[in-house]
Structure formats: structure tokens, C-alpha cells
């Protein structure tokens, strides 16, 4: 499976594409779920500890903190950093933004499934009410296909016009942060809400 996003010219992956028709993004989020009950079952799911608090800045100068990481033991042979975005439509205040970070921990089975998940950074919400995730995933239109199968469930909760994703291939989640620099700079037309600048 070839990826359908539009390339920059640079490698990066972007969201014109839009999301996947209803049918097939359901069907593959419910196949993901049953994935995710296996792997549950083994044991192959960590939510390790050593992120977690880390405060990750980003092009369009907002910052978020890390508040979950979720991790399997997949080892990615083709490599690629994925960020998707989105603003919920009805969580407002700091009570509703900490009830949704801890309730989001049951969304947990709508990712991991996937083929070629290999882990996520949870970051809350920005001063923009945007909340972000940062994954490692194994292959590029992997990547992509759960950014659009992920979308028809995100748009049933989000606010319109306000999910996004950025996939850049060839790079592992922790060389995006430990290396900012070797992320494409964001071009004219980018708001840059998905390039990390500082972890």
C-alpha cells in the first residue's frame, strides 16, 4: 500500500488526503481492538514511566507535557515519526482536560492494533486546546492509514477543521527529539504545530 498523503517535496506526509471512507476506517479500528486484546493478553503493552512530565516544545511556538507513553516491543525496520493533532469539542477547564487525560487511557485499544505501532507519547493540551501524540510507527503507509482510520473516530469528539497529521519517514520518535534539527523545516504554508524544536 502506497501512501496518498500529499509530500511537501521533502518526505513529509500531510493530511490532504483527509480520512479514510467511513466503512473501511470502522472496520479497521474494530480489527486494531481485537489485535489489542491479544497483545494485552501477552503482556506486550508498557506504559513506562521515564517520559512522563517532559515538556516538548514546537515550531508554532506552543509547548505540551508528556502525561502517558504507551510502548510494544515491535523493533521498526523502516522507521518513521508520526504527530497527529486535534482540539476536542466539549472538554473545557482544568477539570475537564485532567478528566479526559485520565479516561483516555480506555481510547489505548484504537492504536495499538495497528500494524506497526511501536509506541506513543501523550501529550496534553497546549494553550491552544490542542492535544497532540507522537508515535514511532514501522512504515510509512502504515503511518498514514491509522492517521485516517483514527480520524473517523476523532471527528465524532473534535472540534471541525481542527485534526491534522504530519508523517515524516526515515526518522525514530526519539532522534525527532533528541534532534530537532534533522526534522524538514516547516515551509511557508505549515504552521509548524507538528515540528519539535525542544524536548
Do not use: Q
Amino acid at each position: 500500500m502506497r501512501p496518498v498523503g500529499r509530500d511537501r517535496g521533502d518526505g513529509v506526509r500531510t493530511s490532504s488526503a483527509g480520512p479514510l471512507p467511513r466503512t473501511t476506517a470502522y472496520l479497521a479500528v474494530a480489527r486494531c481492538v481485537a489485535t489489542t486484546a491479544a497483545l494485552l493478553a501477552g503482556g506486550r503493552i508498557r506504559l513506562p514511566p521515564g517520559n512522563v512530565g517532559r515538556e516538548i516544545e514546537f515550531d508554532d511556538g506552543s509547548s505540551a507535557r508528556v502525561y502517558r507513553e504507551t510502548v510494544t516491543p515491535l523493533v521498526p525496520h523502516e522507521p518513521c515519526f508520526l504527530v497527529v493533532s486535534f482540539r476536542l469539542r466539549w472538554v473545557r477547564g482544568r477539570v475537564g482536560h485532567a478528566f479526559f487525560r485520565g479516561e483516555s487511557l480506555l481510547n489505548t485499544p484504537l492504536f495499538v492494533g495497528f500494524a506497526g505501532f511501536v509506541s506513543k507519547l501523550w501529550l496534553a493540551h497546549d494553550t491552544h486546546g490542542r492535544y497532540r501524540g507522537l508515535y514511532e510507527w514501522d512504515g510509512t503507509a502504515r503511518a498514514e492509514r491509522y492517521a485516517r482510520s483514527l480520524w473517523r473516530v476523532l471527528e465524532l469528539v473534535c472540534e471541525a477543521g481542527s485534526i491534522d497529521y504530519r508523517v515524516v519517514p526515515g526518522l525514530h520518535r526519539d532522534e525527532a527529539l533528541a534532534h530537532p534539527d534533522l526534522l524538514p523545516a516547516a515551509d511557508a504554508g505549515d504552521p509548524g504545530w507538528w515540528r519539535v524544536v525542544a524536548a
